[in-house]
């Protein structure tokens, strides 16, 4: 993952969130995930309808709504003294303008969206191809264009910044502030997920960054998509988190040609390797080269071929982006859509979720450099095994948004069955009304007294069952049911979890933190992200505990009082 020093600052015009498809999107690529995958596509155009009526789109639908968007649409590196206006009207001679916005990132840059594709070829069109004095420059023509002012700087009509936004994090103490100034918990909950969540133009960026990519890899595979996945698409992504790619394959035409009975058929000749993941590392190292070599603006290539996922990773200097590239990663896929649907389905889902990760951010719960943290899969998964828990439920299980699937959405990955139902008007949920206050602070008395020792988390069954290993913390893959996706949680980082959790949910308890102060006191949600007294917790295989702080003691007790009075 990307370090935070990492991350450009991107200022974009205007906010916005995930929109509504702005057109109905009659066809998708194919549903299929893989020779090896069933789907059947008859139903598809009657549930997309069912989901317009609903007011929200298939995981599908928005999908390709974005990417048919960045194909319309042109990234381009501004002179910082050249005025907006001049530019859209230079780039208006091409087409009309559908949506645009520009943000500073290594220079100020620009995206044009098009309202249609022919004026996307007409500036490539007119585009002039750089004069070399010194040095020689590779002849790769991209969406990614430079504008040169070749009259006099303009210095009356300098970009404005004034309706710019930050698009990476704003710092926690700048966070705590704001929260501080909020009427109560459940505000300072919206607002903390409001300045976390990514903006519609970051999103857009993303998608256009995950078509400049297609661009190159489609030398080799012109059929191919590459489509982002995880954080950037499931609803739960934060401001400058990384940018997951997958590099689509299955939807190429000839995959499914039926086979006649008699006759001829012509056939493709191709080569063949001794298994499908050399084929992938085959694939990712030649892309890789061809990003490291043509790509521009893509610096700091890594082809990292020999892990579980092979991949390729970079960094795209002109979006800011830390980037990994993936093939052959279906079940990723399929998880970003569960994600997306679950945090469609109750708006308290997304809110919760992005609380829990902040304050695991700042307690260093979770970090992005790799080693034995919880990672944001994991936690979110916890957050949703916990809602199911609650009673009555706030979202359903796996297991029945698999029984409520239908034809359309089967689907059997490396024979991993990953169905689940995708339209929302057959997902009825049960009337919960627990406030994001309520369930903030049960949350954390949950997990404050979960048996970690004994269960496991299981969003499938949606309730604990034996731990099936030995791990600390054993979190079920959804789909991939015979992995653990924290086996690398080691047991000092569950105990500082479990610790954080007592301590929380003892503040959240507390009168004069729950009372508003108007200003910049800390109260509420803000006293959660404060510095915790509990750093030092020794493992348990140390046999010579040290004894807790005197606050953790006041903490266990008052719990355990608890605890006996409900009893």
């Known amino acids: 993952m990307a370090s ?30 893989g020779t ?7 139903e598809t155009p009657r549930k997309d309808e069912a989901e317009e009526k609903d007011g929200r789109k298939s995981f599908y639908a928005v999908q390709a709504e974005r990417q048919e968007q960045a194909e319309r649409s042109v990234l381009f590196s501004c002179p910082s003294r050249t005025s907006e206006r001049k530019i859209l009207k230079y780039l208006s001679r091409h087409g009309e303008i559908k949506k645009h916005f520009s943000y500073e990132s290594y220079g100020m840059y620009a995206v ?37 002012n070749l009259g006099p700087a303009d210095s009356s009509n300098q970009q404005s910044s004034k309706h710019d936004q930050s698009q990476t994090t704003i710092p926690i103490n700048e966070l705590m502030k704001r929260l501080s100034r909020e009427g109560s918990i459940a505000q300072q909950i919206t607002s903390l997920t409001e300045a976390y969540q990514l903006t519609d133009e970051n999103i857009r960026l993303r998608f256009l960054v995950c078509s ?26 934060k401001l400058g988190c990384d940018l997951d790619m997958f590099l689509d394959l299955d939807s190429i035409s000839g995959r499914n040609i039926k086979t006649p009975k008699s006759g001829l058929l012509l056939e493709y000749q191709m080569k063949r390797t001794n298994s499908e993941r050399a084929v992938t590392q085959s694939i990712l190292s030649v892309i890789g080269t061809c990003v490291d070599q043509f790509g521009p603006g893509c610096v700091g290539v890594q082809k990292i071929l020999n892990a579980r996922c092979p991949l390729v990773r970079f960094a795209h200097q ?41 304050w695991a951010r700042a307690h260093g719960i979770t970090s992005s450099i790799p080693g034995a943290w919880i990672s944001n899969f994991s936690l979110t998964v916890m957050v949703l095994f916990f809602l199911q828990r609650r009673n009555p439920p706030i979202i359903p299980t796996l297991d029945h948004l698999r029984d409520l699937a239908g034809p359309a959405d089967k689907c059997v990955i490396e024979g991993n069955d990953c169905t689940f139902v995708s339209d929302f008007s057959k997902i009825q949920l049960q009337s919960n009304t627990e406030t994001l206050e309520q369930l903030l602070c049960e949350f954390f008395e949950f997990y404050a007294t979960f048996t970690f020792t004994k269960s496991s988390i299981n969003i499938r069954k949606g309730k604990e069952q034996n731990k099936p290993e030995v791990a600390p913390l054993h979190i079920q893959n959804p789909f991939e049911t015979s992995l653990n996706v924290s086996k690398n949680v080691n047991v000092t980082q569950l105990e500082r979890f479990v610790a954080l959790c007592q301590e929380s949910s003892w503040l959240l308890q507390q009168t004069e933190t729950l009372t508003p102060t108007g200003g910049p006191t800390p109260w509420g949600l803000t006293t959660l992200l404060l510095p915790s007294q509990i750093a030092g917790i020794k493992s348990r295989k140390k046999r010579g505990r040290e004894a807790a702080s005197e606050r953790i003691k006041g903490l266990l007790e008052s719990l355990k009082n608890k605890n006996q009075q409900k009893s």
């Open 112 to 148: 044009a969206e098009f309202e249609n594709r022919e004026s996307v070829d007409s500036i490539l069109e007119g585009a002039a191809i750089p004069t070399a004095s010194h040095e020689s420059t590779v002849p790769f023509k991209s969406r990614l264009l430079s504008v040169r």
């Open 36 to 42: 090896n995958v069933v789907a059947d596509q008859s």
């Open 318 to 358: 002109p979006s800011g982006f830390q980037c990994d590239l993936t093939a052959n990663n279906r079940v990723a896929m399929k998880s970003s859509e569960l994600l997306y649907i679950y945090g469609q389905l109750d708006p308290r889902v997304r809110c919760l979720v992005f609380t829990v990760r902040c």
């Open 212 to 237: 400049l990519l297609r661009d190159i890899a489609a030398a080799y595979f012109p059929e191919c998509t590459i489509k982002p996945f995880g954080s950037s698409v499931n609803g739960f992504g």
């Open 4 to 33: 935070s020093s990492t991350v450009c600052r991107l200022h974009m015009r205007g906010r916005g969130r995930l929109t509504t498809c702005l057109q109905r999107v009659d066809t998708f690529l194919g549903r299929s995930f």
